[in-house]
């Protein structure tokens, strides 16, 4: 009865080297689509938010000079909007930051840039508001050097208060940035030694399967 063993153990080999290779590159898949399909894409939108602010900050500036209630009204009603973009992309960020947090490719460090910036946004907006509201109570001021003592208080907060927000938020985001294109490099890394492990075992098993056969063979029997 010839031996059964050399084709299961070769059957055995295919099987386990099929599973593992579907597996890594399920891995993979999973993790590049998380990352680039939907983390990075998310970071390159928020990277948009730099110039969203850029856009605030100069809305803010011409409502400041506006000469005339009309202007300052038209200019001022564009904020809601910038500002709903900016949170918008935060949101878009904040959500996808999830995502891959539950794929564990995140650690703490990036949740907690992604705090800062959100903290430092809030701070700036909020200055903001303030150099608004100043503005619109200059245009109900009753005397015209209540109203220029308004204007110059606008100008003053948002050139000492509402400007060193700005650059805080700024370099926040430039931070959190930086530790994004870090961590895309990391997954890129983890899944190059996967599928260079995956391949490594195809190989192996493919001199074993062989070694089996070339060496399998045994004696041909004696007549």
Same mark, same amino acid.
């Given at each position: ?7 299961? @153990?070769a059957?055995?080999?295919? =099987?386990?080297?099929?599973?593992f290779?579907?597996? *890594?590159?399920?891995?993979?898949? &999973?993790?590049? +689509?998380?990352?680039y ?24 500036? +011409?409502a400041?000079?506006?000469?005339? +209630? ?19 992309a935060i @949101?878009?960020?904040e959500? =996808? ?17 992604l ?7 809030? !701070?700036?907006?909020? =200055?903001?508001?303030?150099t ?5 109570? &200059?245009?109900? *001021?009753k005397?015209p ?22 650059i ?5 985001l ?7 294109g ?6 890129? !890394? %983890? ?19 062989? =070694?089996?056969?070339?060496?399998? %063979? ?6």
């Open positions: 009865m010839r031996s059964i063993w050399r084709p299961l @153990m059957s055995l080999l295919i =099987a386990a080297t099929g599973f290779e579907a597996q *890594a590159l399920d891995r993979v898949d &999973q993790d590049l +689509r998380i990352m399909a939907e983390y990075t894409v998310a970071a390159t939108d928020l990277g948009h938010v730099f110039g969203e602010l850029i856009r605030y900050r100069s809305t803010i500036i +011409r400041i000079e506006a000469e005339k +209630r009309p202007d300052f009204d038209r200019i001022s009603s564009s904020l809601p909007g910038k500002q709903a973009r900016i949170e918008r @949101m878009r960020y959500a =996808a930051t999830e995502r891959a947090a539950r794929g564990k490719m995140l650690d703490s460090h990036v949740a907690a840039q705090h800062e910036v959100k903290e430092k946004l809030e !701070e700036y907006i909020s =200055a903001s508001h303030r608004i509201s100043l503005m619109e109570r &200059q245009w109900l *001021a005397t050097a209540e109203a220029s003592a308004l204007r110059e208080q606008a100008e003053v907060f948002a050139a000492k208060h509402a400007g060193p927000k700005l805080a938020v700024t370099l926040a430039d931070r959190l940035l930086e530790s994004v870090e961590v895309a490099g990391n997954v890129r !890394e %983890q899944a190059d030694v996967l599928l260079r492990g995956a391949t490594a075992l195809v190989i192996l098993i493919s001199l074993l399967l062989a =070694a089996l056969v070339l060496f399998g %063979q045994g004696a041909p029997p004696v007549t």
